[in-house]
């Protein structure tokens, strides 16, 4: 959703890509729209690792996990499991561990799956910046991974801007509460609404711009390595 001028934001599991459609329309207010976009696995990617690999108890577990390596050991975790979905929309594409060494432990595989969300997110917010031609100045995120702090940091630090969760980070439900307010007239304008968000925390990107650039096109060659994995059935 487009909170303001130059701010995107970002959900748990789903994240933005620009198809143009009315975000909301409040009594006879004109529609707001939005652009929205769809990533496959987010969160998932660490249940996965939780419930079919069992490296990790439960899902917060995957941060401390992350910390004890420095980085990702030069892997890339691709969680094309059903498929890609914004920017590329390729439901042929599989899953891929690329960069794989003897070095590599459990800590690179929780700090690379955790990496994938913000690699993945990047992709898509420079499609929106492409399409809308409203560059990124801050990102607003919300959802259960917002809580990782390590993957806020390493989101900040993948797209060069800062990244602010909120006070109340399960923005869905409070948006709901809000309609529902508006439309009693517990509030008299969307204007009142603003009056109550917050800022929990904010990280500012600290990663040197080269480094950031070197990381990203790793991330977009290992992309490729998911392509057409499924063979397409001839008719």
Known sequence: MLHAAQHWHQAGTIQEWPVDYPGYKIGDQP???CLEGSIAITGALVQWL??????ISKSSDIEPLAKTVDDSGGIYFVPAFSGLFAPYWK??????IVGMTRYV???HLARAALEATAFQTREVLEAM???????????KVDGGMVYDELLMQFQADILGVPVIRPTVA????????????????FWEKVEDL???WGKDKEWDPKMPAQERDKKYQGWLKAVTRTFDWVEQKQS
């Open 31 to 33: 529609a707001v729209y």
């Open 105 to 107: 432990n459990k800590g």
């Open 50 to 55: 939780r419930d079919n690999l069992g490296i």
């Open 194 to 196: 603003r009056a109550n």
């Open 170 to 185: 399960e923005t869905t439900s409070l948006g709901a509460a809000y309609a529902a307010g508006l439309a009693v007239g």
């Open 129 to 139: 910046n492409k399409d809308s031609g409203v560059n990124l100045t801050a990102l």
């Open 91 to 96: 439901s042929n594409a599989r899953g891929a």
